[in-house]
């Protein structure tokens, strides 16, 4: 009996020591050999090790090594300097035992988020073809670009896992991320030449309350709050942030970009407000000053449930860019379809979203962003002459009828108009329309646009009047 008792505890002793022996650092998935570090900033590394422990972290661009202590239940936490971009690069860990991270990149970091146009993957969804996607996966096997894809998943609490990896471009992994997000990081690695991390977390079908927490929906009344025995939904308020946005707080990011809105042209009037709430909300936790917050104004399509709603969506997102600190909006009136809520010409949104982040972000001054924006009605003679900011250079429609202007008189009854480009004015008349008095702009579900600056960028929907 004493002999079985002293092999017991030898071997329980023996287990021990292996244990401890393979004891390692562990780090949150998005922290991992083959990731992008934010360059030249103060990034956050974090995770856990043995109670009371002493850690440290070599990191190989300067060969500094820091030194830590983990807390009582083994978290750790540690704010380190980058430099300007380059690599791969190494990180070691080491809490007794080591953990050597490698073919770390030094670069750019966007997170990329919203619903199913967002979350559309190069290879497209069924029946719904992303276009030229096999030309962009021809050219996907890009050394200088890193993924990181987000599972779709929904939690009532906060959550700090995830089950995602950073990934190399080629085409298997491209064909499964976001289209969008894709092309934009693979946009700004051309041009900044510089390595450039995307972060995918994108839903398709949610509403933007499920990207936010209670609290920071505060004042908002146009939603519904579960009861607490209630099944999630993945439109509950919270339960998206929860479990695809808090697992990746702290991670040094440059900017996030933006395609979500369909689901809220039930509730459009408080979507602006809305955005801005998330926008700081999301801000405030990553405590990284108003970081760049680029974002789509959808697209026109014929919807079937509530006829003509997304019009005052097109509105709410457009006031949104005063809201939100540091934000622009790309507009798409001209890239939708009527078949399908998702478009296929993803390409087009995503340099529309880069020009904002290269002028804007990183100074290169002479691209354009923003295309003619609504300034000013006149009517003479029986004609509404339209003035415009946002034009140095002109309008044009690319030798094609302007298409989708609408004309009133004070009877509040719209005639489809005919307009032209006259000048840096467009004149809209209808000979139905006496003395006009309300223009409109693309502003029907269905409506497209094909109004321009003569540097290519589409007005957005507008309407001179406020009925």
């Not at 989708?404 to 000979?431: C, H, L, M, R, W």
């Amino acid at each position: 009996m004493k002999l079985k008792l002293s092999i017991s505890v030898v071997l329980f002793t023996l287990f021990v020591r292996t244990d401890i022996l393979k004891a390692n650092v562990s780090l949150p998935a998005i922290i991992s050999s083959g990731m992008v570090l934010q360059q030249q900033t103060q990034v956050s590394l974090w995770g856990k090790a043995k109670a009371n422990t002493k850690v440290t972290i070599l990191t190989s661009w300067n060969q500094k090594l820091h030194t830590l202590s983990s807390s009582k239940d083994g978290s750790w936490r540690l704010s380190v300097l980058t430099p300007k971009a380059g690599g791969p690069y190494k990180i070691t860990f080491n809490d007794g035992s080591k953990l050597v991270l490698e073919d770390i990149l030094i670069g750019e970091v966007w997170l990329c988020s919203g619903q199913s146009n967002m979350e559309m993957p190069v290879k497209g969804f069924g029946n719904q073809p992303v276009l030229n996607s096999n030309d962009i996966l021809t050219e996907a096997e890009e050394p200088g670009v890193r993924l990181f894809r987000i599972e779709k998943k929904m939690s009532k609490t906060p959550q700090t896992e995830l089950n995602a990896k950073w990934e190399n471009t080629n085409a298997s992994t491209v064909k499964e991320f976001s289209a969008v997000g894709y092309q934009f990081a693979r946009i700004l690695q051309q041009r900044l030449k510089v390595p450039v991390g995307i972060i995918q977390s994108a839903y398709g079908g949610t509403d933007i309350e499920a990207w936010m927490d209670l609290k920071s929906l505060t004042g908002f009344n146009d939603f519904k709050i579960p009861a607490d025995t209630a099944k999630s939904t993945k439109n509950d308020p919270g339960v998206l942030f929860n479990a695809m946005i808090n697992p990746i707080i702290g991670y040094s990011i440059k900017g996030t970009i933006w395609y979500q809105g369909e689901n809220n042209r039930f509730n459009s009037h408080s979507y602006d407000k809305k955005m801005a709430a998330m926008v700081k909300f999301w801000r405030g936790l990553w405590a990284r000053g108003n970081w760049p917050f680029y974002y789509v104004q959808i697209a026109p399509n014929v919807y079937k449930d509530v006829a003509d709603s997304i019009p005052l969506l097109y509105e709410a997102q457009s006031r949104a860019m005063v809201l939100i600190p540091n934000s622009g909006m790309a507009v798409s009136v001209d890239a939708g379809s009527m078949k399908t809520i998702h478009p296929p010409d993803k390409t087009i949104i995503s340099k529309r979203l880069a020009y904002w982040a290269l002028n804007k972000t990183y100074g290169k001054t002479g691209i354009t962003y923003m295309g003619p924006v609504y300034k000013t009605l006149k009517v003479t003679g029986g004609k509404a002459i339209l003035g415009f900011d946002e034009i140095p250079n002109g309008l044009t429609a690319y030798d094609k009828p302007l298409i989708s202007f609408e004309i009133s008189g004070s009877d509040k009854v719209f005639y489809p108009a005919e307009a032209t480009i006259s000048g840096k004015t467009v004149v809209v008349q209808n000979d139905a329309v006496k003395s006009p008095v309300a223009v409109r702009y693309a502003f029907k579900d269905r409506f497209s646009g094909n109004l321009y600056n003569t540097e290519g960028i589409p007005a957005q929907p507008f309407r001179t009047d406020n009925w």
